[in-house]
């Protein structure tokens, strides 16, 4: 940045203007050391959302059009309420009954260790929480459990499931539209009586159909996975395996229902569920912007009623067909790479060495020690050595990277709540060039960092620094990747995995 | 995705694109938000309004590749508005008055969860426009001119008023002494 945000005179006031802006660093620094991540916010309501916004613009278009003056002022007035035209029916309502926790939209249900703090509510603990609905939906929640409801319309209810089990008979009416959400799965019901389950630890879901019909949609799911009545499904978020039995059976060999239904956008379908169907689209991690993508539509397919075969592990060969068409500089396939990570200020990282149990293309990899914690003195930049881990891939000649895309890929082991956030640098003369910061990362997963130099490059060292020009990269000698523990828990022991480092 | 697929979804995807497309802008505008009120705030409703806005506004946007800042943009304009009905609504009385909430924090340090207790609350107290400058400045990593265009104002404009704002948050700060301590010695109220 360079505005100028010295004050008009010298001396105590510049000193002042500096304390000051030294004080608005360190306090954001700190804002963002300490932020817990947001999940995923709640998908509105698309129709709703579209058919407000239409409305809104017809009445812009009407106040727009010179009505008189009368008529103006009568209608601002009804602009400012904020009422659209026509009127919205009125939402859904609901009523919890039974001894639960209630604050704001979410809904906790008492266990006997946890009484429940809504006065009246009377019923002793796990007496059984209910949620009943103004249309005769009703949800019970099981002990300990808790729900939220973000949203209602008249149609039906957005409602998110945070923990714990809760059952669901929705009371089937023309055009009724429930979503429940829990972990990265969205269920579409319609007219249906379901229980399900989610183990956030074990990132699995767990739904038993009774009646009606239901589509689990997000994380491999892809599309969606119709459920039928009488069955149950068992999604795991972790390793992207889907189960479907009859219910009250246990899977004998469990396998993939591989969801065959057309694929809208490679933006919903996690990559790596693409990639083991064998589809060319979509690209093996984020930030592939240059890959081309098929938006054609498909016909509708039913998925399949045989349980697949399971698919590869994600763990080992994770970049699947992608492998085919890559060619990476350092496969770290067993041939010695000058691997390093340093002594000072990124520390969470150590121990660089070959490893065979994870790979994105071939066999290896190479596998660092991660010991995220908070101890330790801040360093200048306000950050905790433990807070980052850095590891540096030495160039066996100087490399140009001008118009080059370099990628490698990532895989986290760690905990499932931890988030991490990566940075890709290519040193240039001892500058170091750094592609974004790509946040948001979730373990037991391959991600693809990469990103696309080009001849004048900023440098953002960061707070307390101010930007600091521009650089090339025209002779580099060193890669380096800075991975930071942004959100989850801050203390954590784990690994990473790099492999497959390419330049294009 | 590029800006311009994700507009693409948002304008003319099917119903899971678009789905995916608005859960991506809802997650940028719930960290917008959610900066500029801190933590322990539920900004679902005020993401709604900004998603609404956003639906409304769309076919205003003449770059794709610029729907990020379009989106932060609008995100701090809703939330620069909520905080002013809800300083006017305390003035006449309207709400109770009271401390911050209880801060969630990722961190297990209890001095920095108070230092950002004792920071938010005197967001608070500031002007909203200085808090959205704040916000775009220092939590979002915005450059001068990134941050004149979200807030619709010229260059000279933003750096007299980011000049003014860092002025007056500071004067606030120096006047909490533990958090001035705690901001100045680096990290710690030792």
């Not at chain 2, 802008?25 to 956003?54: N, S």
Request: one cysteine or more; hydrophobic letters at 40%.
């Amino acid at each position: 940045m360079t505005d100028d945000r010295r004050p008009p005179d010298g001396g105590d006031a510049t000193s002042e203007h500096e304390r000051n802006q030294r004080w608005l660093e360190r306090a954001a620094n700190l804002v963002l050391e300490t932020e817990t991540l947001p999940g995923p916010a709640s998908i509105p309501y698309l129709a709703t959302l579209r058919e407000r916004a239409r409305w809104r613009k017809v009445r812009r278009r009407i106040v727009l059009a010179g009505i008189p003056a009368t008529a103006a002022a009568a209608l601002g007035l009804f602009l400012a309420t904020g009422r659209p035209l026509p009127r919205d029916p009125a939402p859904l309502t609901y009523v919890v009954e039974g001894a639960a926790t209630v604050q704001a939209d979410s809904i906790e249900a008492a266990t006997a260790a946890s009484p429940p703090s809504v006065p009246g509510t009377g019923a002793a603990a796990g007496a059984g929480t209910r949620v009943r609905f103004t249309d005769g939906t009703v949800v019970s929640l099981d002990p300990g459990t808790r729900m939220r409801v973000p949203a209602r319309t008249a149609a039906g209810a957005n409602l998110i499931l945070d923990r714990g089990r809760a059952s669901f008979t929705v009371t089937h009416r023309p055009g009724a539209k429930w979503h429940v959400t829990t972990g990265p799965f969205i269920v579409d019901v319609t007219g249906t009586r379901f229980s399900l389950a989610w183990e956030s630890a074990a990132q699995r879901l767990t739904l038993n159909l009774e009646s009606g019909g239901v589509i689990v949609r997000g994380s491999a799911a892809g599309p969606g996975v119709s459920v039928r009545p009488g069955q149950t499904l068992i999604a795991s978020a972790a390793d992207g395996r889907f189960t479907v039995t009859p219910s009250g059976q246990l899977p004998i060999n469990p396998g993939v229902v591989r969801p065959t239904l057309a694929l809208a956008s490679p933006s919903i379908t996690e990559r790596r569920g693409a990639r083991r169907a064998g589809r060319a689209e979509g690209s093996p991690g984020p930030g592939r912007p240059e890959e081309s993508r098929d938006h054609a539509p498909r016909p509708d397919l039913q998925p399949p009623s045989i349980i697949q075969p399971s698919a590869p592990s994600l763990v080992a060969g994770g970049g699947g067909v992608f492998c085919a068409r890559e060619r990476s500089e350092f496969s770290f396939e067993g041939s010695e790479h000058k691997v390093s990570v340093p002594p000072v200020y990124h520390l969470a990282m150590s121990g660089p060495r070959s490893d065979k149990t994870h790979s994105w293309c071939g066999v290896g990899s190479v596998k660092l020690d991660l010991n995220f914690h908070e101890s330790g003195r801040r360093n200048f930049m306000g950050r905790l050595p433990n807070q980052s881990g850095q590891m540096v891939i030495s160039l066996p000649h100087l490399v140009d990277f001008t118009d080059k895309n370099v990628s490698l890929h990532v895989y986290i082991d760690g905990p499932p709540e931890a988030r991490i956030a990566a940075q890709l640098y290519v040193i240039h003369h001892g500058k170091w060039v750094n592609g974004p910061l790509v946040d948001h990362l979730v373990p037991k997963r391959w991600w693809t960092i990469n990103h696309t130099f080009r001849a004048e490059n900023p440098l953002n060292v960061g707070p307390p620094y101010p930007p600091a020009g521009t650089s090339l990269v025209t002779d580099c000698d060193r890669i380096a990747l800075i991975i930071y523990s942004t959100g989850g828990p801050r203390n954590w022991s784990g690994a990473v995995y790099v492999d497959d480092i390419a330049w294009k | 995705m590029s800006g311009t697929e994700l507009v693409h979804a948002l304008r003319e995807g099917d119903a899971l694109a678009q789905a995916a497309a608005w859960a991506r802008v809802g997650r940028l505008a719930r960290r917008i938000v959610g900066r500029y009120f801190g933590p322990g705030l539920d900004p679902a409703d005020l993401v709604q309004e900004v998603l609404m806005r956003l639906a409304a506004r769309l076919d205003e946007l003449r770059d794709p590749e610029s729907i990020n800042g379009f989106v932060v943009g609008i995100a701090l304009g809703v939330a620069r508005n909520q905080a002013r009905y809800a300083k006017l609504r305390r003035l006449v009385g309207l709400t109770p008055t009271g401390d911050s909430p209880e801060v969630t924090v990722a961190a297990a340090d209890m001095e920095a969860r108070d230092a950002v207790r004792r920071f938010y609350a005197i967001l608070e107290s500031a002007r909203a426009e200085d808090r959205s400058l704040f916000v775009a400045r220092y939590l979002e990593k915005l450059e001068v001119t990134e941050i004149a265009v979200v807030h619709a104002m010229s260059l000279g404009t933003t750096k007299r008023r980011m000049a003014r704002a860092v002025e007056r948050i500071g004067k606030r700060i120096a006047r909490d002494q533990v958090l001035a301590g705690y901001l100045s010695s680096g990290g710690s109220f030792a």
